[in-house]
C-alpha cells in the first residue's frame, strides 16, 4: 500500500553551480523526506541562458516524475 500524504512540499536551493531539490510529504504524524537530488546547473540569475532555464525545467520535471510527485500537486 503507498503512503498517503496530506501535502508535498519542493525545497529547492540554488547555488552557483548546482541545485537540490528535496521532496517532502506531509502525513498525519509528522512528515517524510520522500526524495532529493543535487544536480549541476548553471547559474539562474537574471539573463540566464535558454538553455539553463530548460535545463533547470527539465531535471525539477523528471525529480517529480521519479518520486510520484504532480507539478500541479505540489506546494
Not at 503507498?2 to 540554488?14: M, R
Not at 517524510?32 to 540566464?48: D, H, R, T
Given at each position: 500500500?503507498?503512503?498517503?500524504?496530506?501535502?508535498?512540499?519542493?525545497?529547492?536551493?540554488?547555488?552557483?553551480?548546482s541545485v537540490s531539490l528535496c521532496l517532502v510529504g506531509k502525513k498525519l504524524r509528522g512528515t517524510?523526506?520522500?526524495?532529493?537530488?543535487?544536480?549541476?546547473?548553471?547559474?539562474?540569475?537574471?539573463?540566464?541562458?535558454?538553455?539553463?532555464?530548460?535545463?533547470?525545467?527539465?531535471?525539477?520535471?523528471?525529480?517529480?516524475?521519479?518520486?510520484?510527485?504532480?507539478?500541479?500537486?505540489?506546494?
Open positions: 500500500m503507498a503512503p498517503f500524504y496530506f501535502e508535498k512540499s519542493l525545497g529547492i536551493d540554488i547555488r552557483d553551480d517524510e523526506v520522500i526524495g532529493s537530488n543535487v544536480f549541476e546547473c548553471a547559474g539562474l540569475e537574471p539573463g540566464a541562458s535558454e538553455e539553463t532555464l530548460e535545463q533547470f525545467t527539465r531535471q525539477t520535471r523528471q525529480f517529480l516524475k521519479d518520486h510520484g510527485g504532480a507539478p500541479e500537486q505540489i506546494i
